[in-house]
């Protein structure tokens, strides 16, 4: 949404709830919010001082938290009303809201673009809903707060949906490297193209059977009559379903991909997702790839993968957001923690603590990579692991460069169908990289990780 669209949105729903429209300060507030100025930014443009500045603040983050029943503060305002303002729509189905929404998506010229790119995707009959305004129900999804770059993703998945008519898209890649952000993103660019979105996460391993319950009972919401089974919804309509942390129903201690007792049916709905003809689209964002989707990729059905990697220079953002200083310093930071976006974060707040923001003291020593609070983050992985995996990830650890598993290598434990299945299912993680080297492929372990194992 365009800060005035949200601007609005937030005045309507405050008056609707206190009897009062907001004033020109806290209006000047809630856009430096936005633009992340400083108290001391925002006074200047209102010509207040910073204290005045700040106590009106403070009361007009209790005001908004009391509205909407959530604890807002000058970080978090403005991912929190975009979120409040979108899953609106789901509960007022076809209020002014809405026309916000629609509004924004007409405004901003990128998303003009957008609508022209995806005119392909019209496959709808005249009486088509297309028009109309989805139905989205966000309530499950995590909270998007700054977001920076991933132009070129965003524009494959858009590709991927809106041209080429994916019906499965898995996006995988390591815990808060930013599949939730992205995919929030992406439903943000392209929701007008869809007739249902809905966001599921699946941290408390629902059955299939109770996840499907819970899509009818998003879907009988229309004033259709209610159809037998989601691919019936899919079929009828352009529904747009996100299932996170995919990686619940998953086993530790087995290959990646592979699903836990009495979820293997998940499989199979995947399956007939990505093989059924329909016009929907269902996205698995997961810390590893289940083993299907390869197999549906081989025979060159209707099913992508995107591995999300780091953010690259893009993460500057980030450590000019956190406000580190030493500049020049910034593009090695963000090589050492690979642009990932929560890395750095919790990387940022140690360098506060030690060395009051100076990434040149931080950096100072410049052999051992520091991990400290990334500790837990990188352990999460490696417990999932299997005993063929660890000891492939161990081995891949003790080598100085990448190497060629062409041949079974004579320091490892594992046979070499072991030690490629092992490989084959590391990646399958994000864990290890493969590499051309002269021609030919070679494997590396995450740099990060093999510090990791290294220093214990
Ligand atoms: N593109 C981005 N720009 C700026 N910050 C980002 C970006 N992507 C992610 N982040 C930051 O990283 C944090 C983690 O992102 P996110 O929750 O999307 O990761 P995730 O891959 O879904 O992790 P998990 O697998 O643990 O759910 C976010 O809270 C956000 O602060
Ligand atoms: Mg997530």
């Not at 990729?297 to 992508?304: G, I, V």
């Not at 450590?319 to 750095?344: C, M, N, T, V």
């Not at 492929?441 to 214990?456: G, H, L, R």
């Amino acid at each position: 949404m365009t800060t005035e669209e949200l601007l609005h949105w937030t005045d309507d729903v405050v008056f609707t709830k206190t009897g009062k429209r907001l004033d020109s300060v806290q209006t000047a507030i809630l856009e430096g919010a936005w633009q992340r100025l400083k108290y001391e930014e925002i006074a200047r443009t209102c010509h207040r001082s910073k204290s005045h500045v700040k106590n009106i603040a403070s009361e007009l983050w209790q005001t908004i938290s009391d509205v909407l029943g959530e604890d807002i503060n000058k970080m978090n305002v403005r991912s929190i009303l975009e979120r409040k303002a979108l899953s609106n729509i789901y509960n007022n189905n076809g209020s002014q809201i809405v026309g916000y929404i629609n509004s924004h998506i007409n405004i901003c010229s990128e998303k003009r673009q957008d609508a022209e790119d995806t005119k392909e995707r019209s496959p709808f009959p005249p009486d088509s809903p297309q028009n109309q305004s989805p139905i989205i129900d966000l309530t499950d999804a995590p909270e998007l707060t700054s977001f920076y770059d991933r132009t070129s993703e965003l524009s494959t998945l858009k590709q991927w949906i809106l041209q080429a008519h994916t019906r499965l898209i898995t996006v995988y890649g390591l815990s808060g490297i930013g599949k939730s952000a992205i995919a929030l993103k992406l439903i943000e660019q392209i929701q007008t193209e869809f007739d249902y979105i809905i966001w599921l996460s699946l941290t408390n391993t629902p059955t299939l059977l109770s996840l499907q319950t819970e899509l009818k009972q998003f879907f009988g919401r229309s004033p259709q009559p209610p159809l037998p089974t989601i691919i019936d919804y899919f079929r009828s309509s352009r529904c747009l379903v996100i299932l996170d942390d995919v990686q619940n129903i998953f086993s530790s201690s087995q290959l990646a991909g592979q699903y836990l007792t009495g979820y293997e049916d998940y499989g199979k709905f995947f399956k007939q997702i990505a093989t059924s003809s329909h016009q929907s689209c269902l996205i698995l964002l997961s810390w590893e790839k289940p083993r299907e989707i390869t197999a549906l990729e081989a025979l060159n059905r209707p099913a992508r993968t995107l591995h999300l990697k780091g953010l690259g220079e893009q993460a500057a953002e980030i450590i000019r957001e956190k406000g580190l200083a030493d500049e020049e310093k910034w593009s090695d930071l963000i090589a050492f923690y690979q642009g990932h976006p929560s890395w750095l974060n919790i990387i940022a707040a140690t360098i506060w603590e030690l060395f009051d923001g100076s990434v040149s003291l931080f950096l100072a020593d410049g052999t051992d990579l520091f991990l400290g609070d990334l500790e837990p983050l990188l352990e999460s992985h490696l417990e999932r692991l299997s005993d063929s995996e660890k000891k492939a990830f161990y081995w891949l650890a003790s080598q100085d460069d990448a190497v060629d598993i062409s041949h079974a290598p004579a320091d490892s434990e594992l046979s070499r169908s072991q030690l490629w299945q092992a490989i084959q299912s590391l990646a399958r993680r994000g864990l290890v990289q493969k590499m051309l080297v002269g021609g030919r492929s070679q494997f590396q372990i995450n740099p990060v990780f093999k510090e990791y194992i290294q220093s214990k």
